[in-house]
């Protein structure tokens, strides 16, 4: 059988094994070290901060960023954390961690990405209702910004609403919206170096603060908030979630071709348009104002919303692909319609749930940076043949 072709493999830089033999060299097998704080530098390099300012706290998952980053907005037992309906529920999980409850707002159709009005109403209804939402978690899906005209809706809603807002950038490091980095648009943003993600540490994640202070006070959390004092004394409940002095090594190895991968995966993408043009194939629209960092090409089957033979066509490719070897995913299945979220609030598109139909019709195709033409054309050949 042919070698396999995954939806996201990480791809190595060739650099990591000296990057892991110098930070073994200083001997810090432990948790801290200098490794760690380059890496944070390197990270808020790349996010045009000043690495002076202190700001990013590197941690063992984005999954964890986003739980620090909600209990530094003060989310507990009571409050609404209203997030993006179409994600990956590592966006909202924390939440639920903290007894909140989680509330959805449904995709924009020409973003995927959270709806600004959808986001009103919930603020909206919860007014009415006399609960506050606490804090937004928003989500720049498979490395698409919402554009800038979108984000700033929705900055000004949470302000005036008094909510913090959470920018989850797991999927879109490097993606710039109106010139601005993801990552540094929200009162706190999250980074994830899983092994799917652009860049990897094969795991780990990055918490981005307002300022140094905040960041210390992460960083105490994130280390089980040690009082200081000789002995082990603790006035907080912390958590074990630092990253190692070791996966930051592989990490600082794979920063440095950030930009090269970005361009590797819109190579991906452009010449899956180029083998695919003329099926009843779409691609996610590219956001207006912003550049993607193109993680992951997804696409849509059939002829627009609600078109059952365009979700039936979407299965018969992705059987395709997997009798073939290829790994293909369907678009992320929305957090309303999860078993474990089925009582909570989803603010949905009154002419038919956006994030319904992009699961139904939607697929994420191999877009890895390690993928050769030849790769792309023979998952493009697959999913020809299925259609014809
Ligand atoms: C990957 C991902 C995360 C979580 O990252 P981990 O490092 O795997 O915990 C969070 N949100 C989104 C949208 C992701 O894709």
Not at 326 to 346: G, L, N
């Amino acid at each position: 059988m042919t070698q396999r072709i995954f939806l996201s493999p990480p791809h190595l830089s060739g650099d990591e094994l000296d990057s892991l033999r110098d930070a073994l060299g200083t001997r810090y097998l432990a948790p801290a070290g200098p490794t760690l704080a380059a890496f944070e530098d390197d990270v808020s390099t790349i996010l045009g901060l000043d690495p002076e300012e202190r700001r990013v706290v590197a941690l063992n998952s984005g999954t964890a960023a986003i739980h620090l980053a909600l209990v530094l907005a003060g989310v507990g037992p009571g409050d609404t954390v209203l997030c993006s309906d179409l994600t990956f529920i590592a966006s909202i999980a924390p939440a639920a961690y903290l007894g909140a409850t989680p509330a959805f707002a449904d995709a924009h159709p020409d973003t995927w990405n959270m709806d600004p009005a959808r986001v009103r109403e919930a603020f909206e209804t919860s007014r009415a209702a006399g609960i506050p939402v606490r804090a937004v978690v928003l989500v720049h899906l498979y490395g698409r910004p919402l554009p800038p005209g979108h984000l700033a809706e929705i900055q000004a809603l949470c302000r005036e609403h008094g909510a913090v807002l959470v920018e989850d950038a797991a999927e879109s490091l490097g993606a710039t919206t109106g010139g601005t980095p993801t990552g540094i648009l929200g009162d706190f943003g999250i980074l994830s170096f899983n092994g799917n993600k652009i860049v990897t540490c094969s795991g780990g994640g990055a918490l981005v603060c307002p300022d140094a202070k905040t960041a210390k006070h992460a960083l105490s959390l994130a280390t089980m908030a040690k009082d200081p004092a000789p002995h082990y004394q603790h006035s907080a409940i912390g958590y074990s979630y630092r990253m190692p002095n070791v996966l930051a090594a592989i990490g600082r190895s794979q920063l440095p071709h950030l930009q090269e991968r970005m361009a590797q995966r819109k190579a991906v993408r452009d010449r899956y348009m180029q083998q695919l043009d003329g099926l009843p194939v779409a691609f996610m629209p590219e956001p207006e104002n912003a550049a993607p960092n193109w993680w992951l090409t997804c696409v849509t089957f059939g002829h627009g919303p609600g078109d059952a033979h365009g979700h039936e066509m979407c299965e018969t490719v992705r059987q395709a692909l997997d009798a073939e070897n290829i790994e293909a995913r369907p678009v992320w299945k929305p957090m309303h319609m999860q078993p474990v979220f089925k009582d909570a609030a989803a603010f949905l598109n009154p002419e038919g749930c956006v994030g319904a139909d992009l699961f139904a019709r939607g697929l994420c195709l191999p877009s890895g940076s390690t993928l050769s033409e030849n790769d792309v054309d023979r998952v493009a050949g697959v999913v020809r043949t299925a259609l014809g």
